[in-house]
């Protein structure tokens, strides 16, 4: 028996992967969980050939250089640059350091991203609790042990870095990296940061005389404060405001850092019953505003109702050269409403010429009778439902937005219930007038913008639409937007209050062409801005293809900058701002250029996919310059939808050396992972990482394929084939859809579980499906449904006729939009063997009707553009939920009770409907999931569902034991049900 013993242990220590799958097996033995199932796929024989297909193993060790830019940097002189390794070794990753010529590189496993040196001599990063020192080219490392953290800073030629230990007396280290010296070593320290200008260490002592301490990194001077509370620095560091307190005293104290000598310019009365709580500094360093809260024992309203507990707050002004801060407002003072008080922090205008500061409502305060009855009153005259008065948290009332001039001492409330505050332009706000809330069918009118003077409170209207499409001139002297009516840009001259219509004699239109969004509005939303000219000589502007060069007062005609080469040759030209040397950057404004700036271009080729760069320089004529095309995703406006937004390479603007022209660039196609690059012109890229997972499994390749619609139009879609792909085998398709995914072509995905109805393309590809994700444009005035049927059923007829296709072996699937889509399509087409949907709606009727989670607002009010109710009540007969009789293909539904998108209560419907008709329907649902799973053990076990759902009707497998019996509520987490049947048995 126990030679016995000893023959079991040594058996399942060589056999543990497949003992563990045995237990899994027996439901008898311990609950439901999903470790790796995907031996219950179901794979024909002709498929088990050549290297293996992606599994839940290739999944979770799959590895990769880092898709978003953290941990990416390159030193200041372009010789070296740093990556990151996702999930190697697995469950970790690794940093990487390298020199651009690929002779040298250092690896750190599990370490957070550091940073270089400023003189490019050393790469610094924190190790567990050791600061490490690596010098760049060769193999030395110091390790600094015992560190708590650290902060680097580069000011001028010098460089500075600081640590803190982990040690009883909190020393911190001021280190000069240049020098490579120790320059000053404080004690006590239990915070720091330098200062915006880079000349002060500041660094808040430990101790009860609460002192502050600052060190000049330039000259070596230290200055000392004590009973500090709070401090501000400006931005040029000459100044700094203090706020002390002694005893209870709370003082503010204006301190210039060139002497040292303390001004106080406010103190707390001698009860101390007021102190500061909030102050802020203009931008010039010579203004000063700040909140100061009275400690009263209570604040009532003028009926004697007590409205708030221990709060009353001022605001305070202090100007360079005054004696003493003067009060600037309170809640009674002018211009504000009886029922508001002010709230929050103040700030200044970027001109300092203003005080912007918040109020709030008050709020009654009423205690109700636990005895009373609790019934919610429902009345049709109530200007917001009850479901959403319900939710609202009595503590968080929104805030109205209100002024004041520095100068003058008038407030002026810029903000209402329906007036909304969007921004400051010279001495004006832009505000919106906001219509549509919960009863719009009252409010036929739609939205309109307006300034308002913030000297006098007067009011001038701008233009009625329903999106902003607002932009604001470098200097504030126009107002820039896109007429939604019209279909033009109009500048606004702040000044003189003259509107002028400047695109009107471009030949194209200026919105997007072809409707890409079905919600309502965005079929006709301007492309966008691409930056202003300097001196406000203009502003460049895309269209669907060319970027134009507009004069914001009218007088010049438009210039097509790109001289119509993209329109032409289908090209879409965009700007990507950190390759224009030109170009300079303003918070909120955007880019602006040289009038003779060259600008260099990301180019995007939307009839073959290709990606990549063009030259243009400002005021030359003709076409712009080619640097570089080709088969490859580089940087483009791009949504990766497809792959649950993991490698959306597209939106990464290439990055540049701080003193070099090198720039570091991530380059992938769809048989070539997203690796790294560098260039010093765009024209010749060096590949400078070779990360190829992909290349050990059955990948995929993919082609961009234009195709008729059903009305005749054309559409394209791209097609992804396996790596072993035979073209004298018939192949089943699944068609994936939303908005449009064609310029993701050369996109190469990383595989995930699938939390949703977005295929997980590398999965199914590489398990011998081919996959088809067609663009759908959108109709106006039909349903958007309707657009995806033309679209997914002209792709299905078009694919049906490739020799390579099984035509009766087609399925479909969409989440959340595109999960109605599914619904719609399955009950008014025949074409399709089986279908997924994910989270869509089922019921036109009631999915208007329902009230949206957590807000509770009825989905009737975000969707009241569209052409789905009463007033085309015919449309409504198109709803899947009355066309269910019509259904002829099988369908497996997925949507969650916590689903805050679209309820639960959409697949309910469709299941019920289609179960009392007899048609083939599964329905799973997620505990504690909503509109997408988190779970990675239910993205499991969805994926292995899914799988296994279009196996059987796709490629003729055997049905799992959920799809034939199911599996009982009272065996839920204890049975999974996915043995497949085998001969009448299962698996």
Same mark, same amino acid.
């Given at each position: 028996?126990?030679?016995?013993?000893?023959?079991?242990?040594? &058996?399942?220590?060589?056999?543990?992967?497949?003992?563990?799958?045995?237990?899994?097996?027996?439901?008898? &033995?311990?609950?439901? *969980?999903?470790?790796?199932?995907?031996?219950?796929?179901?794979?024909?024989?002709?498929?088990?050939?050549?290297?293996?297909?992606?599994?839940?193993?290739?999944?979770?060790?799959?590895?990769?250089?880092?898709?978003?830019?953290?941990?990416?940097?390159?030193?200041?002189?372009?010789?070296?640059?740093?990556?990151?390794?996702?999930?190697?070794?697995?469950?970790?990753?690794?940093?990487?350091?390298?020199?651009?010529?690929?002779?040298?590189?250092?690896?750190?496993?599990?370490?957070?991203?550091?940073?270089?040196?400023?003189?490019?001599?050393?790469?610094?990063?924190?190790?567990?609790?050791?600061?490490?020192? /690596?010098?760049?080219?060769?193999?030395?490392?110091?390790?600094?042990?015992?560190?708590?953290?650290?902060?680097?800073?580069?000011?001028?030629?010098?460089?500075?870095?600081?640590?803190?230990?982990?040690?009883?007396?909190?020393?911190?280290?001021?280190?000069?990296?240049?020098?490579?010296?120790?320059?000053?070593?404080?004690?006590?320290?239990?915070?720091?940061?330098?200062?915006?200008?880079?000349?002060?260490?500041?660094?808040?002592?430990?101790?009860?005389?609460?002192?502050?301490?600052?060190?000049?990194?330039?000259?070596?001077?230290?200055?000392?404060?004590?009973?500090?509370?709070?401090? @501000?620095?400006?931005?040029?560091?000459?100044?700094?405001?203090?706020?002390?307190?002694?005893?209870?005293?709370?003082?503010?104290?204006?301190?210039?850092?060139? %002497?040292?000598?303390?001004?106080?310019?406010?103190?707390?009365?001698?009860?101390?019953?007021?102190?500061?709580?909030?102050?802020?500094?203009?931008?010039?360093?010579?203004?000063?505003?700040?909140?100061?809260?009275?400690?009263?024992?209570?604040?009532?309203?003028?009926?004697?109702?007590?409205?708030?507990?221990?709060?009353?707050?001022?605001?305070?002004?202090?100007?360079?050269?005054?004696?003493?801060?003067?009060?600037?407002?309170?809640?009674?003072?002018?211009?504000?409403?009886?029922?508001?008080?002010?709230?929050?922090?103040?700030?200044?205008?970027?001109?300092?010429?203003?005080?912007?500061? !918040? /109020?709030?409502?008050?709020?009654?305060?009423?205690?109700?009778?636990?005895?009373?009855?609790?019934?919610?009153?429902?009345?049709?005259?109530?200007?917001?439902?009850?479901?959403?008065?319900?939710?609202?948290?009595?503590?968080?009332?929104?805030?109205?937005?209100?002024?004041?001039?520095?100068?003058?001492?008038? !407030?002026?409330?810029?903000?209402?219930?329906?007036?909304?505050?969007?921004?400051?332009?010279?001495?004006?706000?832009?505000?919106?007038? =906001?219509?549509?809330?919960?009863?719009?069918?009252?409010?036929?009118?739609?939205?309109?913008?307006?300034?308002?003077?913030?000297?006098?409170?007067?009011?001038?209207?701008?233009?009625?639409?329903?999106?902003?499409?607002?932009?604001?001139?470098?200097?504030?002297?126009?107002?820039?937007?896109?007429?939604? $009516?019209?279909?033009?840009?109009?500048?606004?001259?702040?000044?003189?209050?003259?509107?002028?219509?400047?695109?009107?004699?471009?030949?194209?239109?200026?919105?997007?062409?072809?409707?890409?969004?079905?919600?309502?509005?965005?079929?006709?939303?301007?492309?966008?801005?691409?930056?202003?000219?300097?001196?406000?000589?203009?502003?460049?502007?895309?269209?669907?293809?060319?970027?134009?060069?507009?004069?914001?007062?009218?007088?010049?005609?438009?210039?097509?900058? %790109?001289?119509?080469?993209?329109?032409?040759?289908?090209?879409?030209?965009?700007?990507?701002?950190?390759?224009?040397? *030109?170009?300079?950057?303003?918070?909120?404004?955007?880019?602006?250029?040289?009038?003779?700036?060259?600008?260099?271009?990301?180019?995007?080729?939307?009839?073959?996919?290709?990606?990549?760069?063009?030259?243009?320089?400002?005021?030359?004529?003709? =076409?712009? %310059?080619?640097? *570089?095309?080709?088969?490859?995703?580089?940087?483009?406006?791009?949504?990766?939808?497809?792959?649950?937004?993991?490698?959306?390479?597209?939106?990464?603007?290439?990055?540049?050396?701080?003193?070099?022209?090198?720039?570091?660039?991530?380059?992938?196609?769809?048989?070539?992972?997203?690796?790294? +690059?560098?260039?010093?012109?765009?024209?010749?890229?060096?590949?400078?990482?070779?990360?190829?997972?992909?290349?050990?499994?059955?990948?995929?390749?993919?082609?961009?394929?234009?195709?008729?619609?059903?009305?005749?139009?054309?559409?394209?879609?791209?097609?992804?084939?396996?790596?072993?792909?035979?073209?004298?085998?018939?192949?089943? @398709?699944?068609?994936?859809?939303?908005?449009? +995914?064609?310029?993701?072509?050369?996109?190469?995905?990383?595989?995930?579980?699938?939390?949703?109805?977005?295929?997980?393309?590398?999965?199914?590809?590489?398990?011998?499906?081919?996959?088809?994700?067609?663009?759908?444009?959108?109709?106006?005035?039909?349903?958007?449904?309707?657009?995806?049927?033309?679209?997914?059923?002209?792709? $299905?007829?078009?694919?049906?006729? &490739?020799?390579?296709?099984?035509?009766?072996?087609?399925?479909?699937?969409?989440?959340?939009?595109?999960?109605?889509?599914?619904?719609?399509?399955?009950?008014?087409?025949?074409?399709?063997?089986?279908?997924?949907? !994910?989270?869509?709606?089922?019921?036109?009727?009631?999915?208007?009707?329902?009230?949206?989670?957590?807000?509770?607002?009825?989905?009737?009010?975000?969707?009241?553009?569209?052409?789905?109710?009463?007033?085309?009540?015919? @449309?409504?007969?198109?709803?899947?939920?009355?066309?269910?009789?019509?259904?002829? *293909?099988?369908?497996?539904?997925?949507?969650?009770?916590?689903?805050?998108?679209?309820?639960?209560?959409?697949?309910?419907?469709?299941?019920?409907?289609?179960?009392?008709?007899?048609?083939?329907?599964?329905?799973?649902?997620? =505990?504690?999931?909503?509109?997408?799973?988190?779970?990675?053990?239910?993205?499991?076990?969805?994926?292995?569902?899914?799988?296994?759902?279009?196996?059987?009707?796709?490629?003729?497998?055997?049905?799992?034991?959920?799809?034939?019996?199911?599996?009982?509520?009272?065996?839920?987490?204890?049975?999974?049900?996915?043995?497949?049947?085998?001969?009448?048995?299962?698996?």
């Amino acid at each position: 028996m126990q030679y016995l013993g000893l023959i079991l242990i040594l &058996l399942l220590s060589n056999i543990g992967a497949t003992a563990q799958r045995l237990v899994l097996q027996d439901s008898n &033995l311990i609950p439901y *969980s999903v470790q790796d199932f995907t031996h219950y796929l179901w794979t024909p024989m002709y498929e088990k050939t050549g290297k293996p297909v992606i599994d839940f193993s290739a999944i979770d060790h799959w590895y990769g250089v880092e898709p978003s830019l953290h941990g990416v940097a390159i030193s200041p002189d372009g010789r070296y640059f740093t990556y990151k390794i996702q999930n190697q070794p697995f469950n970790s990753y690794t940093i990487v350091i390298q020199a651009i010529d690929s002779t040298w590189k250092y690896t750190f496993c599990g370490a957070e991203p550091g940073c270089f040196s400023g003189d490019s001599r050393h790469y610094i990063l924190r190790v567990g609790d050791s600061l490490c020192f /690596l010098t760049l080219g060769k193999m030395q490392l110091r390790y600094i042990p015992g560190v708590s953290g650290y902060k680097l800073f580069e000011q001028g030629k010098g460089q500075w870095l600081v640590w803190q230990y982990k040690d009883s007396v909190q020393r911190l280290v001021l280190y000069d990296l240049f020098s490579d010296k120790e320059k000053m070593v404080f004690r006590g320290v239990s915070d720091y940061s330098f200062d915006n200008s880079g000349q002060w260490l500041c660094c808040q002592l430990t101790g009860a005389e609460k002192e502050l301490l600052l060190y000049n990194l330039i000259t070596g001077v230290t200055l000392r404060f004590s009973s500090v509370v709070k401090y @501000v620095l400006d931005d040029k560091g000459k100044l700094m405001i203090l706020e002390t307190d002694q005893n209870n005293r709370f003082k503010l104290q204006w301190v210039p850092l060139l %002497t040292g000598k303390t001004r106080m310019i406010w103190e707390a009365d001698s009860e101390g019953n007021n102190r500061v709580d909030m102050f802020v500094l203009d931008k010039t360093g010579s203004q000063l505003a700040f909140l100061v809260q009275q400690l009263s024992d209570s604040k009532y309203n003028e009926n004697s109702v007590k409205v708030d507990d221990n709060v009353a707050n001022t605001i305070w002004y202090y100007k360079e050269g005054m004696i003493r801060a003067t009060l600037k407002v309170k809640d009674q003072s002018p211009g504000i409403s009886s029922n508001l008080y002010i709230h929050g922090a103040p700030n200044f205008t970027s001109d300092g010429k203003y005080i912007m500061f !918040s /109020l709030k409502p008050q709020v009654k305060k009423r205690e109700s009778n636990p005895n009373a009855v609790q019934v919610d009153v429902w009345n049709y005259k109530d200007p917001m439902l009850q479901s959403e008065q319900l939710l609202l948290d009595p503590n968080n009332i929104s805030t109205y937005t209100a002024v004041i001039g520095t100068e003058n001492g008038t !407030s002026i409330q810029l903000s209402t219930t329906n007036r909304k505050y969007l921004g400051v332009i010279g001495d004006y706000a832009l505000v919106k007038h =906001d219509v549509c809330g919960d009863r719009f069918w009252e409010k036929p009118e739609i939205d309109s913008f307006w300034l308002v003077s913030m000297k006098s409170g007067s009011s001038f209207f701008l233009v009625k639409q329903l999106f902003a499409n607002l932009a604001v001139s470098p200097t504030h002297k126009y107002l820039f937007y896109f007429d939604e $009516a019209v279909g033009h840009y109009f500048s606004y001259d702040i000044v003189t209050g003259k509107k002028k219509n400047i695109s009107e004699t471009i030949p194209v239109y200026m919105g997007t062409e072809q409707p890409s969004d079905p919600l309502p509005g965005f079929s006709n939303l301007r492309t966008g801005i691409a930056g202003w000219l300097e001196g406000e000589k203009g502003v460049l502007l895309y269209d669907s293809y060319d970027i134009w060069q507009l004069d914001l007062t009218g007088k010049m005609p438009p210039v097509n900058v %790109t001289n119509g080469y993209g329109r032409k040759h289908g090209i879409t030209f965009r700007l990507t701002g950190g390759l224009n040397k *030109s170009a300079s950057y303003i918070n909120g404004i955007g880019p602006i250029f040289s009038t003779n700036g060259s600008l260099v271009l990301t180019a995007y080729n939307t009839t073959n996919g290709d990606n990549g760069f063009y030259q243009k320089t400002l005021n030359m004529e003709g =076409d712009p %310059t080619l640097l *570089s095309m080709g088969p490859w995703l580089m940087s483009i406006e791009a949504n990766s939808v497809l792959n649950n937004g993991d490698n959306a390479a597209g939106m990464i603007t290439p990055m540049k050396a701080q003193n070099a022209d090198v720039w570091i660039v991530r380059r992938q196609a769809a048989t070539d992972a997203l690796n790294y +690059f560098f260039t010093t012109n765009f024209k010749q890229f060096k590949r400078l990482t070779n990360i190829q997972p992909q290349s050990a499994y059955n990948w995929m390749t993919s082609e961009l394929i234009a195709f008729p619609q059903m009305d005749k139009t054309i559409s394209q879609g791209v097609l992804y084939k396996p790596e072993n792909f035979n073209p004298a085998q018939k192949y089943p @398709v699944l068609i994936n859809y939303y908005f449009q +995914f064609s310029q993701l072509l050369n996109e190469c995905p990383s595989p995930y579980y699938m939390g949703n109805g977005f295929l997980n393309i590398p999965w199914f590809v590489s398990r011998g499906y081919l996959v088809f994700t067609p663009d759908i444009y959108f109709t106006q005035g039909r349903p958007r449904p309707a657009s995806a049927l033309n679209t997914v059923e002209g792709a $299905a007829l078009f694919l049906s006729k &490739l020799p390579y296709v099984n035509s009766k072996r087609i399925g479909i699937c969409g989440h959340s939009r595109a999960g109605g889509y599914t619904n719609y399509i399955l009950t008014h087409s025949n074409l399709f063997t089986a279908a997924l949907s !994910s989270a869509g709606v089922s019921d036109w009727i009631s999915a208007q009707l329902y009230l949206i989670k957590d807000i509770g607002v009825p989905r009737l009010s975000a969707a009241q553009q569209e052409p789905f109710f009463w007033e085309k009540f015919e @449309v409504m007969k198109e709803s899947p939920i009355m066309n269910v009789d019509k259904i002829t *293909s099988p369908l497996l539904i997925m949507h969650n009770k916590l689903d805050g998108a679209v309820p639960w209560e959409q697949a309910v419907e469709l299941f019920v409907a289609m179960r009392r008709f007899g048609k083939s329907v599964w329905m799973l649902q997620y =505990d504690n999931e909503n509109h997408n799973m988190a779970n990675p053990q239910n993205c499991k076990d969805f994926t292995i569902r899914v799988t296994q759902y279009f196996d059987h009707f796709l490629k003729e497998a055997p049905e799992p034991k959920w799809m034939v019996t199911g599996v009982p509520a009272n065996l839920k987490g204890i049975e999974h049900g996915l043995e497949l049947e085998i001969n009448g048995g299962f698996r």
